[in-house]
């Protein structure tokens, strides 16, 4: 190990950045072969982990029933868009289309999300924190 710390230190320093991004990426392929990352970093579904089998069936059933519901309102959201993109005849009306996708989508997660929530009520649990991207100016 530290023979290749001498050669990587004798290197330039445009070889040393060459080399740096396979040497990550070798890294984090390492890591997450072995499950470091999900250890260390607790994911969105730990909410789920102290569940009982009864309680995820519950939830299992209250998510599929939404979904089962809002599965025509979803293909008439995508149609819509689809007809929207199809009338734009400007990259601004065809920008505008999208962000009403956007949002309509996130309007439609949102009320999924709280069909959820009441369940996981219903069951004395705690609701769902709300999830926000961050990043690129989102919101």
């Given at each position: 190990m530290r023979?290749?710390?001498?050669?990587f230190m004798a290197l330039t320093?445009?070889?040393?950045?060459?080399?740096?991004?396979?040497?990550?990426?070798l890294t984090a392929a390492a890591l997450q072969q072995s499950g470091g990352?999900?250890?260390?970093?607790?994911?969105?579904r730990m909410f789920e982990s102290n569940l009982s089998d009864s309680q995820k069936q519950?939830?299992?059933?209250?998510?599929r029933n939404w979904g089962l519901r809002?599965?025509?309102?979803?293909?008439?959201?995508?149609?819509?868009?689809?007809?929207?993109?199809e009338r734009a005849?400007?990259?601004?009306?065809?920008?505008?289309?999208?962000q009403q996708q956007r949002q309509a989508r996130r309007r439609l997660r949102e009320e999924g999300r709280q069909v959820v929530n009441a369940e996981r009520r219903r069951m004395g649990l705690t609701s769902l924190p709300e999830f926000r991207r961050q990043g690129r100016?989102?919101?």
């Open positions: 023979s290749l710390l001498m050669v320093n445009r070889w040393r950045r060459v080399l740096l991004i396979p040497c990550v990426a990352f999900a250890e260390a970093a607790p994911g969105r519950q939830l299992f059933q209250a998510r809002s599965y025509d309102r979803r293909l008439a959201l995508l149609k819509s868009g689809r007809s929207c993109l005849q400007t990259p601004e009306a065809g920008k505008a289309c999208m100016g989102r919101s």
